[in-house]
């Protein structure tokens, strides 16, 4: 059953900094309010932050706090990586959920890396070979790790398991829980401060969820419009008045002059094309993560581009 939400604006999610920063900027500089939008920002925990619970639902990625908000109405629009993305538009129809498509591709290539302990005996990804790599099931530190893996490794030979949130997976990395772990920003920083090492990264860029509440006018204006466009080029000009929400996520394990701004990459959110997305589906496929058989019409709506 669908659930309406009640809030006659549209309600925006914001989780993790680095893959919401240019929303928060262009919420921040008036940029959505110049394009005649009044938007309602929704703060929902994500794996980045330091105070999310480490007993965050896996079973069903519809149990994860975002889903749960955007199932019973609370939020109309999202981001996450762009598999994740894909999974739950698939999935939603599947299990009669609330549903939502792909309206865009992000502005957000978030960087992720494969993290080691100093002293750990690994110095090379194919050395991974059957340990366990800590991510975040069917989300981007999942997809992006196996994307990463699997120019060194056969897939079998691909490990990946649930350690928690990034705090956790460090932890786990430092006790000899887990052999590696996948981390974001400010993690990777984060990391490095403390001594880990880096085995390898990689970018993953997002993917925008909205449901059938937003008109294609109104995605238009928060996509094909220049809010996030003109906050791209506010971040690429000088990110520094930004990197405060990075470092709040870390609880102050990490001061501003520490993050690595030169990790952050955006750029104006772009159609998601039937090419990009053919690639990107029948990979999932491969990877025993979504059903074979969805066409592009299940999953995207470009309305906002029409």
Request: with cysteine; charged share 25%.
């Amino acid at each position: 059953m669908n659930i309406q939400p009640t809030s006659k604006k549209p309600q925006v999610a914001i989780m993790n900094a680095v893959h919401d920063l240019p929303v928060l900027v262009a919420r921040d500089k008036g940029y959505f309010k110049d394009e005649g939008l009044d938007i309602e920002f929704v703060t929902t925990p994500g794996m980045a932050q330091v105070t999310t619970s480490h007993l965050v639902k896996f079973d069903s990625v519809f149990e994860r706090p975002l889903d749960s908000v955007y199932n019973d109405g609370g939020i109309d629009q999202y981001r996450m990586c762009e598999w994740g993305i894909m999974k739950r538009a698939i999935e939603a129809e599947c299990g009669g959920l609330r549903g939502r498509k792909i309206v865009a591709l992000g502005a957000s290539m978030s960087k992720f890396a494969v993290v080691v302990a100093s002293d750990s005996k690994f110095y090379e990804p194919e050395m991974l070979k059957d340990k366990e790599i800590a991510v975040t099931p069917n989300n981007g530190s999942h997809f992006t790790t196996l994307k990463i893996m699997e120019g060194f490794l056969a897939p079998e030979h691909i490990k990946t398991t649930n350690a928690g949130s990034m705090l956790k997976r460090l932890e786990a990395v430092r006790s000899g829980k887990v052999a590696a772990a996948s981390l974001m920003e400010p993690w990777i920083s984060v990391a490095q401060k403390q001594g880990l090492r880096i085995l390898i990264e990689s970018h993953s860029t997002r993917s925008e969820a909205a449901g059938d509440d937003l008109d294609g006018k109104t995605l238009a204006k928060m996509f094909q419009a220049q809010a996030q466009a003109r906050a791209v080029k506010e971040i690429e000009r000088d990110p520094t008045p930004y990197v405060h929400y990075f470092i709040a996520e870390t609880g102050g394990l990490l001061e501003p002059h520490e993050f690595q701004m030169w990790r952050l990459l955006h750029a104006a959110p772009q159609p998601y094309t039937r090419e990009r997305f053919d690639d990107t589906y029948n990979w999932t496929v491969k990877w025993n993560m979504v059903v074979p058989g969805v066409t592009y019409e299940n999953v995207v709506d470009n309305r906002a581009w029409q």
